[in-house]
């Protein structure tokens, strides 16, 4: 299952209300997930495994919405299975973790605009 079969899960499962590839390359797809936090998620697979990069939205700027850039921002959470359903069910109980990622991400936003940059 491809990248496009992780996107159909992610809603099914009603992490995503929506899931749209934000990027696809022959390593990895860069999906945005809309949901309670929006969450941007690269996925990639190696052997026999999957595994993804959850980033709260928020943590990363627009402009860098790039699988490389979602891999080796400090912020978000990694999730490695063997299966899609595996790593839905992973990804789900990091979904706190990734909420205080994403406030976190807007005290950051914040302290930043108050600075003036």
Known sequence: MAASGLRQLLISSGLCSKAVAVE???SCTLLFCE???NML???STYDDWVYIKAVPELAVQPH????NE???TPYGLYAFAKSHRELIEKLKAKQH???AQHKLAIERLSA???AGF
């Open 24 to 26: 696809e390359t022959s």
């Open 35 to 37: 949901s309670r936090v």
């Open 41 to 43: 998620i690269a996925f």
């Open 64 to 67: 860098m919405w790039h699988c």
């Open 70 to 72: 979602v891999y080796y």
């Open 97 to 99: 973790l990734l909420a």
């Open 112 to 114: 930043i605009e108050e």
